[in-house]
């Protein structure tokens, strides 16, 4: 709420400061102008009054010009051309994100018939008896005719699960992200949703269902899983030896994995597929069913990795840094292959720093061999999560970084920047072993090669 307060303050000032100076511009220079002088304030930390010189330009075009080279000065100083983002705002105290009082605990779950006498309905009923049931025909059904509540019903979303039998969606290729190099990934598509609240989350503008989706016939996917591999698509899609294959694209991996037990049949079936590779990514530690498989070197469980800083400010209820290595070095020792990614990574002050601490705790945990492969990727996301992303966390400092309209149209760190990090990252891990697997992922062509990062699949 202060947050909240003092950022629409900031916001207000800025409105009136040009609104005053600047009587006669149109919506979209008004617009730009007020965007930048809003940044430019809450980057530097001065009241908006402060951004303007009292010399300072009256023209639009060299106004424009001098808040850009202030509010994005190592991309300016660039020669390439520089692709801000400048929207209106959407700060809105009903978009503002609510601590939660406790774990995930949902108020009213909706059972598709198809699945009421799942396994998994007998679990989440053993542990939320409080509970609303309500039984429904389908979801799709019951979505019919809705409309979607926008980020407030996002905000509420860990107080609804939806049980659901999944009849079509359960495998796809990774998109990827336009003109970058693809790594080939398969995603097992189980669950959609999150009780983590991660800043830079993609779902916070993907998601349109009021609440997490848990499938409760995960015998479906697995039955199914043959045909999917044997497509030519499937096939082609394939780099290296292995079908790299994983849940975590649309929830994290093990979140409620001892509510669901979802780690349970996969780790069964995927330990005796030959030519495949079944990956966990997660930021829990949830990994008690785990240790009591088998993963016969066919599994990988993968944590995302971040400065505890970063962890505090942007990760909200996901496991610390210290829990994810110990977790990582626990299922190591039980037989499973890791992999680590550092994704997204933050550009701020100390950086260096920072991500060298990750490096060396890492190491000093985990014994280089057992990991399968370490991706890397800056963070981006689509223009759109932009406002959302300032409304839903108005205290974040992750907008306040540079960052522009990259190769796909993303928001990310300019080239330089990220060239910059990779190298750094990829030395500082090299450092404790010259051989490990490592990949830039949805990275473009250019910076692979600047790198020369073998594709290490
Ligand atoms: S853990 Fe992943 S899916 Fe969950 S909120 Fe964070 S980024 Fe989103």
Not at 23 to 43: A, C, H, M, T, W
Not at 263 to 269: A, G, N, Q, R, Y
Not at 292 to 314: E, H
Request: aromatic share 14%; with cysteine.
């Amino acid at each position: 709420m202060r947050v909240y307060k003092r950022e629409t303050e900031r916001l207000k000032r800025a409105e009136n400061l040009i609104g005053e100076k600047f009587p006669r511009f149109g919506v979209n220079k008004n617009r730009e102008i007020v965007r930048l002088i809003y940044e430019i304030s809450k980057r530097e930390d001065i009241p908006s009054e402060a951004v303007l010189p009292a010399d300072c330009p009256l023209a639009f075009g060299r106004l424009k010009e001098y808040l850009l080279k202030r509010r994005f000065p190592e991309s300016s100083a660039g020669s390439g051309s520089l692709r801000s983002y400048l929207p209106g705002f959407s700060l809105d105290l009903e978009n503002c994100l609510q601590p939660r009082p406790g774990p995930f605990r949902p108020r009213r779950i909706f059972v598709e018939e198809s699945a009421r006498n799942s396994d998994l309905a007998g679990a989440f009923r053993a542990a939320f008896p409080r509970a609303e049931y309500s039984e429904i025909p389908t979801l799709k059904h019951f979505l019919a005719g809705r409309k979607y509540g926008g980020i407030p019903e996002y905000n509420k979303r860990t107080e609804t699960a939806f049980i659901v039998s999944e009849e079509f969606d359960f495998f796809k290729r990774c998109p990827c992200t336009p003109r970058a190099v693809p790594c080939g990934y398969h995603i097992f598509n189980l669950s959609f949703g999150c009780i983590y609240e991660c800043a830079y989350c993609y779902l916070q503008e993907y998601a349109n269902v009021p609440g997490i989706i848990f499938p409760a016939n995960i015998e479906k996917f697995l039955e199914r899983f043959a045909s999917y591999r044997n497509l030519p698509s499937s096939r082609s899609f394939q780099r290296g030896p292995f079908l790299r294959l994983g849940t975590g694209e649309f929830s994290d991996s093990l979140m409620l994995d001892d509510l669901t037990g979802y780690s349970i049949p996969l780790v069964e079936f995927f330990s005796r597929q030959d030519g495949v590779i079944f990956e966990f990514k997660t930021k829990s530690a949830n990994i008690e069913n785990l240790l009591r498989l088998d993963p016969a070197g066919k599994i990988v469980i993968a944590w995302s990795l971040n400065p505890q800083k970063i962890i505090d400010d942007n990760e909200l209820y996901t496991a610390n840094l210290s829990e994810r290595l110990d977790a990582a070095r626990r299922v190591a020792e039980a037989g499973y292959g890791l992999a680590f990614h550092f994704d997204p990574v933050f550009y701020f002050r100390g950086w260096e720093d920072e991500y060298r601490g990750v490096i060396e705790s890492l190491f000093s945990l985990i014994d280089p061999e057992r990991i399968a492969w370490i991706s890397l990727g800056t963070l981006r996301f689509k223009p759109s999560l932009k406002k959302i992303i300032e409304s839903r966390f108005p205290a974040n400092q992750i907008l306040d970084a540079e960052m522009v309209l990259g190769y796909d149209n993303k928001l990310r760190y300019p080239a330089p920047i990220r060239s910059r990090i990779y190298r750094f990252l990829i030395d500082e891990l090299e450092k404790h072993h010259r051989a490990l697997p490592l990949y830039l992922c949805m990275e473009e062509r250019s910076l692979w090669r600047e790198l020369k990062l073998p594709f290490p699949f």
